[in-house]
């Protein structure tokens, strides 16, 4: 690698670091949820939040940050985080643009995202292209129930997914669900996680418990 290529690579990570701290500064007074996921193959790490700059304004910063760790092999280990700033277009519906990092490095990146969040129900929808010679993209998304149970205590209910593609052909996907309680900001419970790799995926399992705390 020449030395240009070599101060790039070395920056391009601290960039990302400086946009998520800029922007983490300006939501820093609302909560943000990060999840610990203990299956029966691999454990994860996942924490992704959009919020808006302000009660009136129409920009914001969407992160997402997902860490797979195999328990015994480093090669299995995988990463996907998105840094992006947004602005609502029409109601529910962000244009966005940013960075994304990954086992494949670094990607200037925009979509399109649709998000409903209500009292006891949350949706996101998000369609994504890197914007790179060899296009990649990929569709991210979940949808989470949070009805009360009692006063102090509610049914927590989550299904997110993600599917990511080249030019050519699959490259992986996940189904993770979590069923579980909610109670004074923590949800814990039973997680199921459903992974496709490559372009003739096989599903592969990985059940276990969660803990998820709202964070900041």
């Keep these: 690698m020449n030395k240009p290529n070599q101060i790039i690579h070395l920056v391009r990570p601290a960039l990302l670091v400086l946009l998520f701290s800029l922007a983490l500064s300006t939501v820093r007074a609302q909560p943000i949820p990060v999840e610990l996921m203990l299956g029966n193959k691999y454990g994860a790490v996942n924490l992704a939040f959009s919020k808006s700059f302000g009660p009136e304004s ?3 910063f969407f992160h997402m940050n997902t860490v797979q760790f195999d328990y015994r092999d480093e090669t ?36 399109l995202q649709y998000l409903l969040a209500g009292k006891n129900v949350m949706f996101l929808l998000a ?20 009805p009360a149970l009692t006063e102090n205590l509610k049914l927590f209910a989550r299904a997110q997914f993600l599917s990511v593609f ?30 496709e790799y490559g372009p003739h995926p096989a599903v592969e399992t990985s059940a276990g418990l969660f803990v998820r705390k709202e964070i900041f």
């Design 58 to 60: 129409r920009l914001g």
């Design 76 to 111: 299995g280990h995988s990463y996907i985080l998105q840094d992006l700033l947004y602005v609502e277009t029409i109601k529910h519906l962000n244009v966005t643009a940013g960075v994304a990092y990954s086992k494949g490095g670094f990607a200037p990146t925009a979509g």
């Design 127 to 146: 369609p994504r292209v890197n914007l790179v010679e060899d296009l990649s993209y990929d569709v991210f998304g979940f949808l989470q129930f949070k």
């Design 166 to 195: 080249d030019g050519e052909s699959h490259i992986k996907s996940y189904q993770w669900l979590r069923l579980g309680l909610d109670t004074k900001g923590i949800q814990f419970g039973l997680a199921l996680n459903f992974d």
